[in-house]
């Protein structure tokens, strides 16, 4: 899988886009992105995954750049309840195996009152 | 509902005891995966399996063993081979690669606590 790049923390005001942005730069053509995201002490969570097209989901939306090396996970109207771990992850969707996924640090994206 | 249940929570163990986790999903899910997190990192897998009776080693298998006799179920053993056992510890399933949605679910983890 390849590898991706976050920053390690991020601040967002409540009631705002939050913005978060992952660099995936050596991404192979049949790999998607995948994001998750992870409140403390519990298990990570599902967001939005992604090959070439933005997509949208009840969410958040994933904003791919066209040659696909970086990409941006909008969550539209932040609350305080989206204070989380949030991953970034690059792996082909489809294959000979379910194999599992590879998660970096993330970023810890803190919304503020 | 359906989902992914881990238990316990919270999990105490002596030191060079083997002790075994719990993980249950009802989503009929065939790929079931076993995740360990220290604090500060990401998640690291340890072993998974695609199918009943089947499972293949992650990147830290050392020290585990798992078996995989129901579709349901997925215990995992931390064994005294283990050399520094306390973490959190996360398992997650999957519908089989190829079918339309095969994202992970993860279940709300045990935190292994080794004294």
């Known amino acids: 899988d390849a590898k991706t790049t976050q920053p390690p923390s991020m601040d967002c005001a409540e009631g705002r886009a939050a913005n978060l942005p992952c660099n995936h730069s050596t991404i192979s053509g049949n790999e998607y992105v995948y994001w998750y995201r992870q409140i403390h002490s519990q298990g990570p969570q599902y967001i939005i995954h992604?090959?070439?097209n933005n997509e949208t989901n009840e969410m958040a939306s994933l904003i791919i750049t066209e040659d696909r090396k970086s990409s941006t996970l909008i969550l539209p109207h932040a609350t305080l309840r989206d204070t989380a771990v949030y991953y970034c992850i690059v792996r082909v969707r489809s294959g000979g195996g379910a194999d599992g996924l590879t998660f970096g640090k993330g970023t810890h994206l803190i919304i503020q009152p | 509902d359906g989902g992914i249940t881990q238990s316990p929570k919270y999990l105490f163990r002596k030191e060079g005891q083997n002790v075994t986790l719990s993980c249950e999903q009802n989503?009929?899910?065939?790929?079931m995966y076993w995740y360990r997190q220290d604090p500060g990192q990401g998640l690291r897998l340890i072993y998974y399996s695609q199918i009943v009776n089947d499972f293949q080693k992650g990147d830290i298998a050392e020290g585990y063993s798992v078996s995989r006799e129901k579709k349901e179920s997925f215990p995992l053993t931390v064994t005294s081979a283990q050399k520094n056992p306390t973490a959190f510890y996360l398992c997650?399933?999957?519908?089989?690669?190829?079918?339309?949605?095969?994202?992970?679910?993860f279940g709300p983890g045990t935190r292994l606590t080794v004294l």
């Open positions: 989503l009929n899910h065939d790929a």
């Open positions: 997650a399933s999957s519908s089989v690669p190829g079918q339309r949605n095969n994202e992970q679910f």
């Open positions: 992604g090959l070439k």
